[in-house]
């Protein structure tokens, strides 16, 4: 079965600072992988997906993932952190049809 | 885009009761739907996957009796908490699955949360 690792259940940082979430997932074959933002008392929005094409992933809200599959990594990362970007992020891979969700990180932005 | 809502967005009902919370995708068709669970500062918890005129498979330890899934239609699945009882109270999110032109991307509604008094 997958699992998805996502280290840090909150991370903080500085409004305009670097954002890194980081997600490991194990998975024997390439699979596909997803990252989705949750605002409070709302569903999951799609923020980007690797599905084996570029390594490189933009998504939306100026974030990208970088896809190494020699470290089974898949972190995000934003350059300049916007006050905006508060919110709890989900790493996902796919098994077969369904999704498997890591724990979820939590952003603050500091002012 | 792919849009996916859910209604109601937030109900409030008594124990014993039933609710049936609705999922549809609005400008895709999904034969199959998925609804999760989530509690509070927690992950989503898969309850089941819902296929489109065919019985919704069950994760191990979700009551199926309690949980009734119907998919009639590749547009909408339904979720019917049947006696519901306060530790039913959670935050249910529903999920469609867009395989158009080769992606395979799952799309989540906004959310229902119940709350049984």
């Known amino acids: 079965a997958q699992s998805v690792t996502q280290l840090g259940s909150h991370v903080s940082v500085s409004e305009g600072a670097l954002v890194l979430l980081r997600c490991n997932y194990s998975?024997?074959?390439?699979?596909?992988l997803f990252w989705y933002v949750q605002y409070p008392n709302q569903g999951l929005q799609l923020l980007l997906k690797?599905?084996?094409?570029?390594?490189l992933v933009k998504g939306i809200n100026g974030f990208e993932a970088e896809f190494k599959k020699s470290e089974t990594s898949f972190h995000l990362t934003k350059p300049s952190a916007h006050m905006s970007d508060a919110a709890e992020y989900f790493c996902?891979?796919?098994?077969?049809?369904?999704?498997?969700f890591g724990q979820g990180t939590r952003l603050t932005i500091n002012p | 885009g792919a849009v996916v809502s859910q209604h109601p967005s937030w109900v409030i009902c008594k124990s014993g009761t039933s609710v049936k919370i609705e999922c549809r995708s609005l400008?895709?068709?999904?034969?199959?739907m998925f609804w999760y669970r989530q509690f509070p500062k927690q992950s989503l918890m898969l309850m089941a996957t819902?296929?489109?005129?065919?019985?919704?498979?069950?994760e191990q330890g979700v009551e199926k009796d309690k949980f009734l899934i119907n998919h009639a239609s590749l547009t909408l699945s339904t979720l019917t908490v049947t006696s519901a009882h306060p530790e039913d109270s959670s935050f249910y999110i529903c999920?469609?699955?867009?395989?158009?032109?080769?992606?395979?991307?799952?799309?989540f509604g906004p959310g229902t949360r119940l709350t049984v008094l």
């Open positions: 819902s296929n489109e005129g065919s019985k919704a498979t069950y």
């Open positions: 999920s469609a699955r867009d395989i158009r032109a080769g992606t395979d991307t799952q799309y």
């Open positions: 400008d895709f068709q999904a034969t199959t």
């Open positions: 998975s024997s074959v390439p699979p596909y």
């Open positions: 996902a891979v796919s098994e077969g049809q369904k999704l498997v």
């Open positions: 690797y599905t084996s094409a570029a390594t």
